[in-house]
């Protein structure tokens, strides 16, 4: 089975402070993301990455950057948190694209980050 | 804009009965969509996959149907489990990027003994 998995479960961190979230996966999966989930909304893209070195925005960048330096670990960067951003993180992987038929997403259990 | 709408209250049903969540959608014509099953403090798993010239898809106690007119996709569970009980998300392709999923908010599952 795929692995997804995620460094931190539970985070808290102070207002301004830079945060790292990491992500890394067994499977050789070639794309990777990172969504946020708040209650009442559907998961919500950040980032996502289709190769080493690759990155692409998704539908809510603002405030946070990414890093692919290996193929198995994509990094969520929050340059200076602000309590706005105190929500659930999900990383998840792929090896082909959302919109090939056998490719569903692999879910890690998720980064539940507190900005005070 | 894209929206997908899923039942924001919970789904009371009892056990052994056949439980529906419905995804409604507007505004797009999605080429599939999927279904997974999130745990309490856990990632969704994925569940199915429906394209949009499929009406159907089973597998094992799960069926999903999609109905491309009234931009709709119904979610049955027969003979329906405590176990069962979770948050189901529905989450739509939009085809012109690869890469992106619009996704529902979910619906919780409550399975009563």
């Known amino acids: 089975d795929v692995k997804v998995t995620q460094s931190s479960r539970y985070l808290v961190k102070r207002t301004g402070e830079k945060v790292f979230l990491e992500c890394v996966q067994d499977?050789?999966?070639?794309?990777m993301f990172w969504y946020r989930q708040d209650p009442g909304l559907g998961l919500r893209l950040i980032y996502f990455s289709y190769d080493v070195k690759m990155k692409e925005k998704g539908d809510i960048p603002e405030g946070y950057s990414v890093s692919r330096e290996k193929k198995e670990r994509f990094s969520l960067i929050l340059e200076s948190a602000s309590t706005n951003q105190t929500s659930m993180y999900l990383c998840a992987s792929s090896f082909e694209p959302p919109s090939s038929y056998n490719s569903p997403l692999h879910f890690g259990n998720g980064t539940r980050l507190t900005v005070t | 804009s894209q929206k997908i709408e899923q039942n924001s209250e919970a789904l009371n049903i009892q056990e052994g009965k056949t439980a529906t969540l419905t995804c409604n959608y507007t505004n797009y014509s999605p080429a599939y969509l999927q279904w997974y099953r999130q745990d309490p403090g856990r990632g969704p798993v994925f569940l199915l996959l429906?394209?949009?010239n499929e009406k159907e898809k089973r597998k094992e106690r799960l069926k999903v149907t999609f109905d491309t007119t009234l931009k709709q996709s119904l979610f049955h569970i027969t003979a329906s489990q405590p176990a069962d009980s979770a948050t189901y998300l529905c989450a739509l392709d939009i085809s012109r990027s690869n890469y992106q999923l619009i996704w529902g908010a979910g619906t919780k599952l409550i399975i009563k003994p």
């Open positions: 429906i394209r949009e």
């Open positions: 499977m050789d999966h070639e794309n």
